[in-house]
């Protein structure tokens, strides 16, 4: 670690005024010398927050760390959370409010005109909404694990709901602390003692307004069901901070690091990212995937939920990798960034598969660095579903096979791990404690899903599963298709599609894929081990296009794409490789009720049997980009 060169100097909650006259917060940090502000011009490194400015800095110490190297860090209250005026709107004012902060910044006499952004998740949408709109001194972006497209892969997905979304509603609607959100004395005590959880509100879905705690605070309530209800792709979704992907040409060109994980939420953003503005801005723009979950201290843990991928996995310090990083494109300075590879990721497995001493399953890997993504040398192969549940590169011969399952929404198939940023609750008031303010939200925050690799077998503590907790596989309504023991290793890095062709008693309905690496036997895991890569859903209505909705005769045969997201991935010999098929995953998706009602409107359930067709004439498959190893590449040379 580079060695402080200034002390540090804070001047709180400075009200920075929007175009509209709403004021939003913010906290500036500076360089100092014997508890004087250096006299000077700095860069800046930005970032904008909803989950409480103050609270980042005593959970993270960045904006300390970059004012004692020689920036000004300005840390921003979204518009309707904590000290900020306004009121929330799902990510709606980020784009001109990120714009008006950086002009803000830019006519500080402190400023030389330079930029850095940086932040996750909701601190990455920020980012690239402001960045659509072209702000000409945005010198620098840091996006992690970010959005794209909200409605394509995040907030929703193939059609449907990331339950998630609907969560966070309700946490953060009891954690923010703004007095003009709750305006009643009694709104802080309704949401946080004694309102139903959002555990008890999945059991009832879906909310309907006016009926939960979320009346209380109207702004949220609002969006929450704007986000239930509006499942077509239209005008509402292409705001550029739910699209920023629309915007890309408009993106300053500019230094760009874009980060994710494999099992984040926001995976396929984070390549649609680097892959669309790669091919539009000279940046340079990089990319940085690793084996993790959601969150930027994630990024210095080297396992996934039950996964151990060794301490290779693991960076030593993020905050180290920003400061490298803006002391190149904003400094000008010259270190191992000026040298860094355009990508690099992790390669998922390889390791001996047995169980470490904190109980996780070590599934090893190893980082690799490339010139592009997807990787040119990947072949994309189709794996065909058989009857009998084969999965082979050989394509079905004979005709009439099918597989028919009864789906029932009342009992949904329950997510063991997967690719989610989180789906939280908040726990009521500690006993005696007075109201919100004096008991931080981080300490009350419960996960009702725990995001990463998981053996898909059913547990106490995931949410859904219920005893005697056996394999998901063993469901009549989850479809399992595997290979053979593989002869040798195989490796999938890239993109992935699943091509079925279904049918349904119902006029509508949903599938899902999971693809899973599936272990054989061994003296840990005498059962083996099913090991979750990456999954997602297609809501059948949007078979044809997501912009507008349209039903299925009954019994009519139709094909279905389901994008999985990218993974990386190394099937070690004696591995199979396996994809399971079905209609639910719950609570990471919102479950289809069967029945074409207006979606997150709807009454009534119904049960579907539901067919996957596997012959010759319907030849469903998956599509996997296969990375020749170093011995496929020598034999494929002498072919």
Known sequence: MLDDLYDVIIEKDI???????????????????????VEGKFPAVF????????DVERNGGYGRFFARRGYVAVYQDCRGTYRSQGDVNFLVPEAEDGYDALSWIDAQLWSNGKVGSWGTSWSGWTQTAMAALGPKNLAAMVPNMSGADAHEASVRQGGALELRFLAWAFWHSAANTQTRLKADPAVDGALNLGAPSFADWLQRMPIRKGQTQLKLVPAYEKWALD???????????????????????????????????????????????YVGLAAQKKGPVRMLMGPWTHGSNMLELSFAGDVEFGEEAALDNSRELHLRYFDRALKGVDNDESSAPPVRIFVMGGGGGYRTSDGRIFHGGHWRDAAEWPLTRARYTEYYLHEGGDLSTGKPVADGGDTVYRFDPAKPVPSIGGNVSSLAEMGPLPPGVP???????RARMGQLLEPGGFDQVEAPHFFGCAPPYLPLGSRSDVLVFETAPLAEDVEITGPIEVKLWVSSTAPDTDFTAKLIDLYPPSEWYPHGYALNLNDSIARLRYRNGREKGELLPPGEIASLTITLYPTSNLFAAGHRIRLDISSSNFPRFDVNPNTGDAIGKERRRVGADNTVYHNAARASHIVLPIVPTKKQKKEMQFE
């Open 15 to 37: 009200m920075v005024e929007m175009r509209d006259g709403v004021r939003l917060a913010t906290d500036l940090y500076f360089p100092a010398r014997d508890g004087i502000k």
């Open 47 to 54: 970032h904008r927050t909803p989950y409480d400015k103050s």
């Open 227 to 273: 986000l239930l209800t509006r499942a077509d792709y239209d005008e509402y979704w292409q705001h550029p901070s739910y699209a920023p992907a629309l915007f890309w040409p408009a993106f300053p060109d500019v230094p760009i690091l874009i980060i994710g994980g494999w099992y984040d939420s926001y995976t396929r953003s984070t390549c649609q990212n």
């Open 435 to 441: 109201d919100s303010t004096h008991a931080p939200w």
